[in-house]
């Protein structure tokens, strides 16, 4: 097996996958981490390209438990490296380099989808999308304002969903245009008495989910273009439910 070895923090292969925790550096190279023993087996497990397998000698001898073939991609580090690309607080010392595979052009013609327009908490964006692909959707769109599908708090909040499902990270308003041009019907959660009521709608083997911003809603333009706007009634005396608590609740309903 002909692994690298390397043992400096200065190291350029280090410094240029260090970088990667910066989505500029991310757009760049075309390429992410992942972090944690869960994330990088399920990659694996799901067969994904990947650039390099990092770890200690420790860590990548508890990985080959997994009967998993490597090759030179795998780079045996120190744990003064580790600390540096870890970005948690209790790191397990295994890291994994993928390519950014996001397709130029998609067209949405069938199938259940959730629409974020204008997440901000990756916290929210990771578990929605872990809900949807636990709810078998097909698959999930984040507009180009929502928060970067391959920021590193995402990427633990999806907690392996995304190796699962569709995801793209693309201009709301075309994909918009796709579901009306394919016949899906949009649905947008709004905060608003008047809306339809979530329990009254009736089933649908394929619609579009809009999850709105956690501060601001659904954009009104967005709300233009909905075939419906769908609320989830609040008997207690809060004022709304938070984004991925609202939006699974919705997901399921339509599952």
Not at 20 to 36: A, F, T, V
Request: aromatic share 8%.
């Amino acid at each position: 097996m002909d692994m690298k070895e390397i043992n400096s923090v200065n190291n350029s292969i280090i410094k240029q996958i260090r970088k990667l925790k910066q989505k500029k550096y991310r757009k760049d190279q075309m390429s992410y981490l992942i972090e944690g023993f869960h994330l990088v087996k399920e990659a694996l497990d799901m067969e994904q390209k990947y650039e390099y397998v990092i770890g200690t000698q420790e860590t990548i001898n508890k990985l080959k438990l997994t009967n998993k073939i490597f090759d030179k991609s795998i780079i045996l580090v120190n744990q003064a490296i580790c600390d540096q690309l870890s970005d948690t607080e209790n790191s397990q010392d295994i890291f994994m380099v993928l390519p950014i595979n996001q397709p130029h052009s998609f067209s949405f013609k069938f199938g259940k989808w959730v629409i974020l327009d204008n997440l901000t908490d990756p916290g929210n964006v990771g578990t929605i999308i872990r809900t949807a692909d636990a709810a078998g959707f097909d698959g999930v769109i984040l507009s180009n304002q929502s928060v970067d599908l391959y920021n590193s708090k995402v990427q633990r909040s999806m907690q392996g969903s995304q190796f699962h499902l569709q995801i793209v990270q693309t201009d709301i308003e075309q994909v918009l245009l796709d579901f009306k041009n394919n016949g899906l019907p949009l649905y947008a959660s709004v905060l608003d008495k008047d809306a339809e009521i979530l329990y009254n709608c009736k089933a649908v083997s394929q619609l579009g989910l809009i999850i709105g911003n956690e501060a601001h809603g659904v954009s009104r333009q967005v709300q233009l273009e909905c075939d419906h706007k769908i609320y989830i009634p609040i008997k207690g005396k809060a004022e709304s439910l938070n984004a991925a608590i609202a939006a699974g609740i919705m997901i399921y309903y339509f599952s």
